[in-house]
């Protein structure tokens, strides 16, 4: 997908002049809910459902809320995208503790999940499979976790869908 310069440079710019974290601790509860008010209002209406869950429920991070309210509603777009032509479209905002203690949230759908030879290019910045994509999102997605000093990986759900998975 070809792109037109003055967006290139716009995207470009977002990438490499990504501010340093204002981190702050919130609750992620709060922060879920906000995310789903703004990334699915038209959901329904699309036949697609998104299910929270935070456990323990008043779990909270120390991070930059902005960012990673961003990097969420990315994740729930990207979702979207890939449901537009299934049935009974599902996505998943979940956030828990790991083994090791340690803050992480996944996003998963029911979509199709992403084909084995393109993985390994998602978060390339301006690789991008969709008419309409820009292909910065996961790019930046990337950025801001390795600028909490995180983390996000990606995998297919064993049943189909994707998952993104997001530690701190």
Do not use: C
Request: hydrophobic content about 40%; aromatic content about 6%; proline content about 4%.
């Amino acid at each position: 997908m070809m792109l037109k310069p003055r967006m290139v440079i716009s995207s470009y710019r977002q990438l490499t002049r990504l501010p340093t974290p204002e981190k702050a601790r919130f609750k992620l509860g709060d922060l879920f809910k906000e995310v789903a008010r703004m990334a699915t209002s038209d959901w329904l209406d699309k036949g697609l459902a998104l299910i929270t869950q935070v456990e323990p429920s008043e779990l909270d991070v120390f991070a930059d809320r902005q960012m990673i309210e961003q990097v969420l509603i990315n994740l729930l777009q990207n979702s979207e995208h890939a449901l537009l032509d299934a049935k009974d479209g599902l996505v998943s905002l979940s956030a828990r503790l790991n083994q090791r203690g340690h803050v992480t949230i996944e996003v998963s759908d029911n979509g199709p999940g992403i084909p084995e030879e393109i993985i390994s290019r998602i978060f390339v910045p301006f690789y991008t499979t969709r008419r309409e994509g820009s292909g910065v999102g996961l790019a930046l997605s990337r950025q801001v976790m390795i600028a909490h000093r995180g983390m996000i990986t990606f995998a297919n759900n064993e049943k189909g869908g994707a998952r993104f998975t997001l530690v701190f």
